[in-house]
């Protein structure tokens, strides 16, 4: 027993790591010694492992975080090693890569301006900080591809003017923070991808696929987001002013943290059931369909409602001073004690809606 317990302190001491108190992951002293074990460092999350080429181990990991500096999802895996997928092509400005495989790559912080990256397979790729300027992209894959901070000009999906990613695959890219004002991805898969504080200002994002993208503080000012599927994104504190959203798919989406008080368009989108109650907007909601909504005690004042369908609708208490809602559908809303002073209900259906204690000062009835 007394030779076991030897061996044991020595063994300790040799490594001069600290075991965690359940025995479990280690924390070591510095990169040095993890390398000793883990020669790649150690990942969080099997995507942070294929773009770093570091060792999936989120216990270790976990215990070893502070030494994720570059907050990458990965520790110490910055460790001298060949990098076999990019050996074979010539990684600069203005190379031809065309249809090239570099899945999985580590190509942080690269300069590929005027790159041809057509068809190129960059699925999984650590493009972090590239600068991909005027690069073309089209039919590339970038499946789950960290692009954060990469520069990329003036990209275009549709011409040759800055990057052209069109017909490109960015599911569940990063592109958290990125400026990306004037960008034109009319129609690109962008689902899952995460889009979190990007700028999007002016951005052409008609009929893109956005499912499940985080656009969480992102910049949306003006952009145009037609016939877009939004469906369970997330806009918590996306700033949305001037943003057009007709005929986007916008379902499953928490509305909670979303400021509507601002000028966007929403013309015939399906938002039946939702709950806006109490809430302050200014919307274009032009044929919308709100059947069922409940929006009592909502500030909506000018809010456009024209030809909405507000069937079965909670409008109690509601602040609709000078509202549009000429030639909407009110059948069976209930509008009690609602504010429709100057509201315009020209053409509007009110067949079984409930009007007790409403003030129609001035309202534009409906002709009977």
Same mark, same amino acid.
């Given at each position: 027993?007394r030779?076991?317990?030897?061996?044991?302190?020595?063994?300790?001491?040799?490594?001069?790591t600290?075991?965690? @108190?359940?025995?479990?992951?280690?924390?070591?002293?510095?990169?040095?010694?993890?390398?000793?074990?883990?020669?790649?460092?150690v990942?969080?999350?099997?995507?942070a492992?294929?773009?770093?080429?570091?060792?999936?181990?989120p216990?270790?990991?976990?215990?070893?975080?502070?030494?994720?500096?570059?907050?990458?999802?990965?520790?110490?895996?910055?460790?001298? %090693?060949?990098?076999?997928?990019?050996?074979?092509y010539?990684?600069?400005?203005? @190379?031809?890569?065309?249809?090239?495989?570099?899945?999985?790559?580590?190509?942080?912080?690269?300069?590929?301006?005027?790159?041809?990256?057509?068809?190129?397979?960059?699925?999984?790729?650590?493009?972090?900080?590239?600068?991909?300027?005027?690069?073309?992209?089209?039919?590339?894959?970038?499946? +789950?591809?960290?692009?954060?901070?990469?520069?990329?000009?003036?990209?275009?999906?549709?011409?040759?003017?800055?990057?052209?990613?069109?017909?490109a695959?960015?599911s569940?890219?990063?592109?958290?923070?990125?400026?990306?004002?004037?960008?034109?991805?009319?129609?690109?898969?962008?689902?899952n991808?995460?889009?979190?504080?990007?700028?999007?200002?002016?951005?052409?994002?008609?009929?893109?696929?956005?499912?499940?993208?985080?656009?969480?503080?992102?910049?949306?000012?003006?952009?145009?987001?037609?016939?877009?599927?939004l469906?369970?994104?997330?806009?918590?504190?996306?700033?949305?002013?001037?943003?057009?959203?007709?005929?986007a798919?916008?379902? +499953?989406?928490?509305?909670?943290?979303?400021?509507?008080?601002?000028?966007?368009?929403?013309? %015939?989108?399906?938002?039946s059931?939702?709950?806006?109650?109490?809430?302050?907007?200014?919307?274009?909601?032009t044929?919308?369909?709100?059947?069922?909504?409940n929006?009592?005690g909502?500030?909506?004042?000018?809010?456009?409602?024209? +030809?909405?369908?507000?069937?079965?609708?909670?409008?109690?208490? @509601?602040?609709?001073?000078?509202?549009?809602?000429?030639? @909407?559908?009110?059948?069976?809303?209930?509008?009690?004690?609602?504010?429709?002073?100057?509201?315009?209900?020209?053409?509007?259906?009110?067949?079984?809606?409930?009007?007790?204690?409403?003030?129609?000062?001035?309202?534009t009835?409906?002709?009977?």
């Amino acid at each position: 027993m007394r030779k076991i317990l030897v061996i044991t302190l020595g063994l300790v001491l040799f490594t001069g790591t600290a075991v965690s @108190a359940d025995g479990g992951a280690i924390t070591y002293k510095s990169c040095t010694e993890l390398r000793k074990i883990w020669k790649r460092g150690v990942a969080g999350t099997r995507a942070a492992a294929r773009i770093t080429g570091a060792k999936f181990e989120p216990e270790d990991f976990g215990a070893n975080r502070s030494k994720d500096l570059d907050k990458d999802g990965a520790a110490c895996e910055d460790a001298p %090693r060949k990098n076999k997928t990019i050996k074979r092509y010539k990684i600069a400005p203005g @190379a031809k890569l065309k249809g090239a495989n570099l899945k999985g790559a580590n190509l942080k912080g690269v300069n590929l301006i005027d790159a041809n990256l057509t068809g190129a397979n960059l699925s999984g790729a650590n493009l972090s900080g590239a600068w991909l300027d005027s690069a073309n992209l089209t039919g590339a894959d970038l499946t +789950g591809a960290n692009l954060k901070g990469v520069s990329i000009g003036s990209i275009s999906a549709s011409t040759s003017v800055g990057a052209n990613l069109k017909g490109a695959n960015l599911s569940g890219v990063n592109l958290s923070g990125t400026n990306l004002k004037d960008v034109d991805l009319k129609g690109v898969n962008l689902s899952n991808a995460n889009l979190s504080g990007a700028n999007l200002f002016r951005a052409s994002l008609g009929g893109a696929n956005l499912g499940g993208a985080n656009l969480s503080g992102a910049n949306l000012e003006d952009a145009k987001l037609i016939g877009a599927d939004l469906t369970s994104a997330d806009l918590d504190g996306a700033k949305i002013s001037g943003t057009d959203f007709s005929d986007a798919k916008l379902s +499953g989406i928490d509305w909670s943290g979303v400021n509507l008080d601002q000028e966007a368009t929403m013309n %015939r989108v399906d938002l039946s059931g939702v709950n806006w109650s109490g809430i302050e907007m200014y919307l274009d909601l032009t044929g919308a369909n709100l059947k069922g909504a409940n929006l009592s005690g909502v500030k909506a004042r000018y809010i456009t409602l024209s +030809g909405a369908n507000l069937e079965e609708a909670k409008l109690i208490g @509601a602040d609709l001073t000078s509202a549009a809602l000429d030639g @909407a559908n009110l059948k069976g809303a209930n509008l009690s004690g609602a504010d429709l002073t100057e509201a315009f209900l020209t053409g509007a259906i009110l067949t079984g809606a409930i009007l007790t204690g409403a003030n129609l000062t001035r309202a534009t009835m409906p002709k009977t």
